[in-house]
């Protein structure tokens, strides 16, 4: 078989799929589960084979880490399948009922997309992770996770595929790819998948956009910013640069630029200073930040770096509209967070900056899946259409319009007007 | 001024016009209304210099007819408009509300996608409708029209940016483009422009997809089915049948293929053929379903064909099952219906065929955002992310994640679990 066929066989299952009941994709999800833990001395031996490779290749001490696959981890996954068990399944929920005419009634109802194509790094939790979140949500998925990571990433697909079509589950709907030939030629099968969930660089990202007719849903950089306001409860927004800033430094959802009120510039830089200076983060800041505290001058490069790391661009600005001018220009529109007890000021502050999340007095850490409480989560989103910031369960499906009628014809209503009546019932045949 | 200027000012001016209240939008709204009853002359005059002049270049009668922008046409913009101002404002909706912890709270609510690009036919009243659905959902639009239309558009354009921006909304909201190269220079914007609606061809939304980044939302053919199960009522079959293929033969949502179940096909055929030839339409059909009625033997092709004018594939089937593969394998995802008093067979068609409408005993004809009771539509998608089917305001948003705390930070939940407790409110500061 060849990516066409895996694709085909993809979509030909997620047909089947949508029409799923709860308990059925449940029962399986509990499958997967069991089996998982039965087998997991095989997944550990697959993930040891992986890691002495990866060791002898020399690969980096945090890929490697994010490559072990161990016991404890396991754990973690069977916990995360049995959480998502418990969600409610948004499959088949009414969106909207509206009556046209006597008779002839109109439905807005959540279905899955269909079939969804998922490329993602090293770590053999997020194959899982994905997988389950799609059978849950009635997709199809086609997955290609790190080549590192080749024999755990085999192994699990195995095992999700094998238990979960054991219990009635169709065949195929779960396809892993290998190579990345295999994800260049998967962009290509826009009849058979339809939604690529790229996790990557911005690079990576910007090269799956150009390359496929296939919508994409990612996310670009992670260019997060907290604003202290004049406002601003000092010591609450020292903990929250802090937090924002240092809590975890490699991830999309840490700040990368402060923008300080002139107000409050003076009474806060040198505490901020003090508390940042204590994880050792390198700042850099414009003119008004440098008369004020001992660092770096930014550059205009500084407020377009994703760090990534233990840095931080700092700028005082003279009131909140720069602040938001600042962030729609050099932000990615992620997350961003103000601090200020000023409540039309966070009124404006939420409605202008044009970011998926933004936050009143509380770190952009926050910014994710597990945290907002959507179990897990397929990525982060910065597309402005479809799903923004984290993606769970409500970010796979769409929706068909569903219309009951009783013989009606377009004709009938040359001379007679339509009702639009909203009904207050679910669909049902 | 380029095209990057108008996209930037677009941008600019969308990003205000995304914090405003519903009332200042009606009034804009209003005030448009009021502006083309007042200037109708001028708009008249203008129509009248595209009419002669595409007279002149010996337009087809069927576009002078579309281009053509009277006092009656005038009037049922101004009407729609009107109907758009008693519309439920869907921004600032608040879609989920959860309590993450004591005193942290996370909302989803709607907000408008930012700036859209719409490239429509020669129908000037398609601009009035589009940019007025555009400023009631908060978003910015750049439009292109048909170049026929180009006097119309331009005074139509005029008066509607006028009287919104008399009323206070943001300047530069409205842009209007005038050339194919205006739409390739929009094309590469994807820093301004969030989302692009292609009114046309298949091949033109092809074409607009694979040369831009920017998110696509647009149809592609609209191969319709109606499928005549097994327990039909054969009269009501026969309505539907005709008004779905013959009400309008020259839009999307009219049926091109009919699929009729073999236990029912030696009495349905005669009595639609008998339907459809009162209209004159050319019928062709499979082996079974000539050896029932005198008519043209269909190809492989003609499943394949959008007619978009009176004629008919046809083609028995002998189960549900056949009709549901053919569907998904020949059509093109927009409406199917199913005639029949089997509610298992209604379920099966619904779940499975995967197309964004599904309708039960009444015509393909129905699948319109007028008839859905949107207001207006902006276009049909056959997307299957996003929106699907007719869009209306609810297509053209998008939703923020707005979380209020009162100092938190990650770090305090290193030792302690989120509340995740659905909450019964709205967002409010």
Chains 1, 2 share one sequence.
């Not at 397929?378 to 569903?402: F, M």
């Not at 014809?409 to 045949?429: G, M, Q, R, W, Y």
Request: proline letters at 2%; hydrophobic letters at 40%.
């Amino acid at each position: 078989m060849n990516i066409f066929d895996f694709a085909e066989a993809a979509k030909s299952a997620s047909i089947k799929l949508a029409a799923f009941e709860s308990d059925k994709k449940n029962a399986a999800l509990a499958a997967v589960a069991t089996a998982l833990d039965a087998r997991r001395n095989e997944i550990i031996s697959a993930n040891a084979d992986d890691l002495k490779r990866s060791e002898d290749e020399a690969l980096d001490a945090p890929l490697l880490k994010r490559l072990k696959f161990d016991g404890p981890k396991i754990d973690d996954v069977i916990d995360g399948i049995n959480s998502l068990i418990t969600l409610d399944d948004p499959v088949g929920e009414t969106l909207t009922a509206t009556e046209l005419d006597e008779g002839l009634e109109l439905y807005k109802v959540a279905c899955p997309i269909g079939v969804i194509g998922v490329i993602f790094e090293s770590r053999p939790d997020a194959l899982v992770q994905i997988s389950t979140l799609c059978l849950k949500s009635g997709n199809g998925v086609m997955l290609k996770g790190g080549s590192e990571a080749i024999k755990t990433n085999r192994i699990l697909a195995d095992i999700i595929s094998e238990a979960s079509v054991a219990t009635g589950i169709p065949d195929g709907w779960l396809q892993l790819l290998e190579s990345r030939a295999d994800v260049n030629e998967m962009l290509k099968l826009d009849q058979f998948i339809d939604l690529i969930i790229p996790r990557g660089s911005n690079e990576f990202v910007q090269y799956i956009m150009n390359n496929s007719n296939i919508a994409v849903l990612g996310h670009a950089d992670g260019i997060c910013h907290v604003y202290i306001d004049k406002d601003a409860d000092i010591e609450m927004a020292v903990r929250i640069a802090e937090d924002s800033k240092c809590q975890y430094v490699a991830v999309c959802n840490a700040t990368e630029t402060l923008l300080v009120h002139s107000a409050v510039a003076a009474e806060f830089l040198p505490k901020m200073k003090a508390s940042l200076d204590a994880h050792n983060v390198d700042l850099c800041g414009c003119d008004k930040t440098t008369a004020i505290i001992d660092i770096t001058a930014a550059t205009e490069e500084s407020w377009k770096t994703e760090y990534l790391d233990y840095a931080l661009s700092v700028k005082v600005v003279d009131d909140i509209s720069e602040a938001i001018a600042h962030i729609n220009k050099y932000g990615s529109g992620h997350t961003e967070a103000i601090v200020t007890s000023d409540k039309t000021a966070v009124e404006s502050f939420m409605n202008l900056c044009d970011s998926g999340n933004v936050f009143w007095n509380c770190s952009t850490r926050f910014s994710d899946g597990f945290r907002y409480g959507l179990g897990a989560e397929v990525g982060i989103s910065t597309n402005k259409i479809h799903a923004r910031g984290p993606v769970g369960l409500e970010g796979l499906l769409i929706y068909k319009w569903k219309m009951i009628g009783s013989g009606q014809v377009v004709n009938d209503f040359s001379n007679k007007s339509f009702t639009h009546k909203k009904l207050d019932k679910k669909f049902e045949i």
